[in-house]
């Protein structure tokens, strides 16, 4: 064969063999962007380990704000006859709080529906919560499993109602104390957490600010607390007995770990660890320091000296101020916030609770309450880039968004102020509100829980 035939021959054999892959190399052309997009989505699902890291951490942070935090922090400003009562409300409660969050609460506060003021039954009992689902988190394309955002919102949701008992502290039953707030969180928290959070949420879509829970946790808990210190009424001697806190040493240890835990609480209410964790970060530090100094201050202006129960409060109410606003102000708005809220909460906790003649025993909506509230409404002032802020929404204005903010705060009073009301009351008719008057002269460590915190 000639070399002209095999070069014929060679032709027709590679037009042949084109003709038969072009198919494949067709498919293979259009199979390519699919494949990559895939490939995309996956690894856009894979959740980011930095994140889950910083949200376990976050996490574990915001449990010990609880125990021990909380509890010690109170049981420092209860009388010692009461100290083992208010140890153990606190933890009890938040044991059961974090058992009915799993059967339904998550479910209730971030299931998926799209009711306004419920989040339905979807995830009753972590239905479909596997260690493969994911949460997405504010940026693009970085996700958290699911299990880890499901956990941090539990200790949220825990803490709350522990929050409230410090306001009626040292007269509750501990059946009624526990029963109320699995109650309350049942029908005050959930949903004020699902209209806050969740995407579908009704105050979400108002476009309300709220950061790490200034309306879902402080005004939430102490509004809840200021109706049952009404309702239950003041403890037998108050006003003429000596009721001053046991241990300032205790309360201070209990302060400082909520500061500690709550770089948790703000932080990770961010939900990955960015510059907006940071930024928190930088907040809760700044706004904390700056309530405290600001409390010590207007006590040495008022009283003379600046006392170590003072310094606690200004700190409690420099963290509350700063929960909504964290991830969303500056810095220099994170210092006005508390400066300004510490003689606020000074003002309701030394004069307004006197004159009014409540008895609030941790002036839990003194300071919770009300810190909260001006943190939620001051939010929509500092939120502002002119004064360091994030900024706010295409379109929406200072005057706006403080609108907004006042109407989040309004509905807030207004659902945990009705709904704990009944609630007390079903609780009363179920097993009766406040112990006898001999149970709590003798204390309600005796009397609830047969033993003692100390032993001469």
Known sequence: MTSTNLKSHALRFAAAAAALMAPAIAFAQDAAPAAAAAATTAAAAVPNKGDTAFMF?????????????????????????????????????????????????????????????????????????????????????????????????????????????????????FSASVLFCILWATFVYFPVAHMVWDSHGYLFGLGALDFAGGTVVHINAGVAGLVGALIIGKRTGYGKDMMAPHSMTLTFVGAAMLWVGWFGFNAGSNLEASGGAMLATVNTFVATAAATLSWCAVESFTRGKASMLGAASGMVAGLVAVTPAAGIVGPMGAIVLGIIVSPLCYFFVSVVKNKFGYDDTADVFGVHGIGGMFGAIATGIFASSSLGGVGYAAGQTMGGQVMVQIQAVVITILWTGIGSAILYKIVDAIVGLRVSVEAEREGLDLASHGEAAYHS
Do not use: H
């Not at 938040?94 to 003021?117: D, E, H, Q």
């Open 57 to 173: 951490i976050s996490t574990i942070l915001v449990l010990f704000m609880i125990v021990p935090g909380l509890a010690l922090f109170y049981g420092g400003l209860m009388r010692a006859k009461n100290m083992l009562s208010i140890l153990m409300q606190c933890t009890v409660i938040g044991c059961a709080v974090m058992l009915i969050w799993v059967f339904y609460g998550y479910s209730f506060a971030f299931g998926g529906g799209s009711n306004p003021f419920f989040g339905g039954f979807a995830k009753m009992f972590l239905a479909g919560v596997t260690t493969d689902t994911t949460a997405d988190t504010f940026t693009k394309g970085v996700v958290i499993p699911e299990m880890i955002f499901m956990l941090f919102q539990m200790t949220f949701a825990a803490i709350t109602p522990a929050l409230i008992i410090g306001a009626f502290a040292e007269r509750i039953k």
